[in-house]
C-alpha cells in the first residue's frame, strides 16, 4: 500500500471513531462529522504527512503503522488551517467542491431556519476548523508512538502550529496594510508555508526517530528553500493556474488582495499608471475576467511572472544541492523520496 494510502486509512479511522463520539452526543450532529470527513478526505497532496514520515525514516527510524498514523495528525493540523483560510478570503470552494462556511450557508438556507446563512457558516467553519486543530493533537498523541518519542517531537509540533497562526496573521495585516514589499512577501512565504509545509514536517520526523542535531541541520537546508518554492509556485497557480487543478475560480489570489512575491514585484517595476491599476484591482472581490486578464498582463508585462519563476528555479536548485550534501547523513532511500517530492511540489504535477 502506498503512503498515501496508508495515511488515508489512519485519517479515516481515526474520524470514524471521532464521528461515534459526536454522534453520541446527538444524532443532529451527523452533519458536523461529515463535514469533516468529507473535507480531510475529500482530496489534499498529503505532503506534511510524506515529509514528516520521510523524516523519520531518513534519520533510522522503522515503518511502522503507529508512525503513519502519528505522521497523518499533520492532515488534521492541514485542514483546520484550510477552514480557516478559506473562511478569513471569502473564498467559495475548496478541491473543487465548496468551502466548509459555503456548505453550512447552503444547509442553512435549505433548512430554512432562522437568522443568516452567512453568519451561521462562518461559525460551523470557525467550530470545525478548532475541532480539527484539536483532533491533530489528539491524533499525534495518541497514534501508538512511544511516549518518549512523541514526546521529543513536541516542540516542533507546537512550534509548526505557531509559526502557521504568526505567517497568516501576516498574510491578512499586508493585505489591510497595503504592504507590497519583497521583504514582507518573503516572510509570509516562509513562515505561513516554507516551514510549515516542508521544514518544520522533516524536523517533527528527525525528533520521532531521535535525530542528531547535524541532520536536524540537513533538513532544514532542504526545507526551507523547497517550502519557499512550494509557496511561490502556489502563488503563480493562484493568478494563472488552471481551476480544474487548482480546484478555485481562476484569479481568485487577486480577488483576495494577497501581496505575494508575485505582486511585489511587479508593483516594483511597474509604472504609476500600472500600479494604480494593480491598487485598484487588487482585493476586489467583484473583479471580472476582463480586470482579471489586465492584472495578469501587468504580472507578465512587468517581468514579475519570469522573475518569480526564475526564483522558483534557483530555490529548487539551493534544495537540490542540500539533498546531495546529505547523503552522509540521511539514508539514501529517504533522499530519493525527497527528490521526488522536490519536483512534484515545484512542478505540481500530482
Excluded at 487548482?246 to 494577497?258: N, Q, V
Excluded at 484591482?281 to 519570469?306: F, K, W, Y
Excluded at 530555490?315 to 519536483?343: I, M, N, Q, T
Aim: aromatic residues 6%.
Amino acid at each position: 500500500m502506498e503512503l498515501n494510502e496508508r495515511v488515508d486509512a489512519a485519517l479515516a479511522a481515526f474520524l470514524d471513531r471521532q464521528a461515534a463520539v459526536i454522534c453520541g452526543i446527538d444524532e443532529r450532529l451527523g452533519v458536523y462529522a461529515d463535514a469533516v470527513r468529507d473535507f480531510v478526505l475529500g482530496g489534499g497532496k498529503r505532503l506534511r504527512p510524506a515529509f514528516a514520515y520521510w523524516g523519520a525514516r531518513g534519520a533510522g527510524l522503522e515503518d511502522s503503522d503507529e508512525l503513519v498514523a502519528c505522521v497523518s495528525s499533520l492532515e488534521l493540523l492541514q485542514a483546520s488551517a484550510l477552514m480557516h483560510d478559506d473562511l478569513i478570503d471569502g473564498s467559495d470552494t475548496r478541491r473543487g467542491a465548496p468551502s466548509v462556511h459555503r456548505r453550512f450557508a447552503a444547509l442553512h438556507e435549505r433548512e430554512g431556519w432562522s437568522g443568516r446563512p452567512q453568519e451561521f457558516g462562518s461559525a460551523a467553519a470557525i467550530l470545525l476548523g478548532d475541532l480539527c486543530l484539536a483532533w491533530s493533537d489528539e491524533l499525534f498523541c495518541s497514534a501508538g508512538m512511544p511516549f518518549a518519542k512523541v514526546a521529543a517531537a513536541r516542540g516542533d509540533f507546537d512550534l509548526m502550529r505557531t509559526e502557521v497562526s504568526a505567517g497568516q496573521y501576516l498574510d491578512v495585516l499586508s493585505e489591510v496594510r497595503r504592504d507590497v514589499s519583497e521583504a514582507t512577501a518573503a516572510k509570509v512565504a516562509r513562515y505561513k508555508s516554507a516551514k510549515y509545509t516542508i521544514e518544520r514536517p522533516l524536523l517533527i520526523g528527525a525528533s520521532l526517530a531521535g535525530a542528531p542535531e547535524r541532520v536536524r541541520a540537513r533538513y532544514s537546508a532542504i526545507g526551507l528553500p523547497l517550502g519557499e518554492a512550494f509557496q511561490l509556485r502556489d502563488d503563480v497557480l493562484g493568478v494563472f493556474g488552471d481551476p480544474a487543478q487548482t480546484g478555485k475560480p481562476a484569479g481568485d489570489d487577486l480577488r483576495e488582495g494577497k501581496h505575494t512575491f508575485l505582486v511585489a514585484r511587479a508593483w516594483a517595476a511597474a509604472d504609476e499608471s500600472r500600479r494604480e491599476v494593480l491598487d485598484a484591482g487588487l482585493g476586489d472581490p467583484g473583479l471580472d475576467a476582463e480586470g482579471v486578464a489586465r492584472l495578469r498582463a501587468i504580472l507578465m508585462d512587468t517581468g514579475a511572472l519570469a522573475d518569480t519563476e526564475h526564483r522558483i528555479e534557483a530555490l529548487a536548485a539551493e534544495a537540490e544541492a542540500a539533498l546531495e550534501d546529505s547523503r552522509a547523513d540521511v539514508d539514501p532511500a529517504a533522499l530519493e523520496v525527497f527528490a521526488g517530492l522536490l519536483v512534484k511540489a515545484v512542478k505540481r504535477d500530482f
